[in-house]
């Protein structure tokens, strides 16, 4: 009954199940952008050091990782890429991430331990948090103007085929 209600006042509510189901959306969207990310890197590295293989280990801490520091971007630190603008808070958790990523890249050996190329990967992620950030803000920006579109084209339907409110 109040499902009911809820949707007769025109305010249906997400269930628990879809609010879980977006979050896990987009914390797995978030580990497979930046899993391809590392990978990507990792790769080239290894074509530049003569190998075409990939250690599986490698890719499969990389996967945890991604994974677990998209939990950690939503839960801990308020999905600080996704934000409006970047201040000093943003910039301080950014550095936190590229720092997890580049200190486990080191630890598992992923560049051979190489100084020179485990930072070039912490400028590479650093850039790859940058590029997130500005496709959340186009994406927002997107999503706001279709929005608007949407409104202007829903209020200049008919009135008959609006439905009514009523004042209580």
């Not at 499969?60 to 308020?78: A, H, N, R, S, V």
Request: aromatic share 16%.
């Amino acid at each position: 009954m109040k499902k009911r209600e809820e949707e007769v006042q025109g305010q249906v509510k997400m269930s628990l199940l879809e609010r879980y189901l977006a979050v896990e959306i987009g914390i797995e969207f978030k580990a497979c952008l930046y899993f391809f990310c590392i990978l990507f890197f990792y790769s080239m590295y290894r074509l530049l050091c003569g190998s075409m293989e990939a250690s599986i280990l490698h890719m499969g801490e990389m996967i945890f990782l991604t994974y677990g520091m998209g939990y950690i971007q939503k839960y801990i630190l308020d999905n600080f890429d996704e934000a409006d603008r970047w201040g000093l808070r943003e910039i301080g958790f950014l550095l936190l991430c590229v720092g997890i990523y580049t200190a486990v890249s080191y630890w598992g050996g992923w560049f051979d331990r190489r100084i020179p190329a485990t930072a070039f990967y912490a400028s590479f992620m650093t850039l790859a948090y940058i590029c997130g950030f500005l496709v959340y803000k186009v994406k927002r920006t997107l999503d706001a103007k279709q929005l608007n579109e949407d409104l202007r084209v829903f209020q200049g339907r008919d009135g008959s085929q609006a439905p009514k409110q009523e004042h209580t």
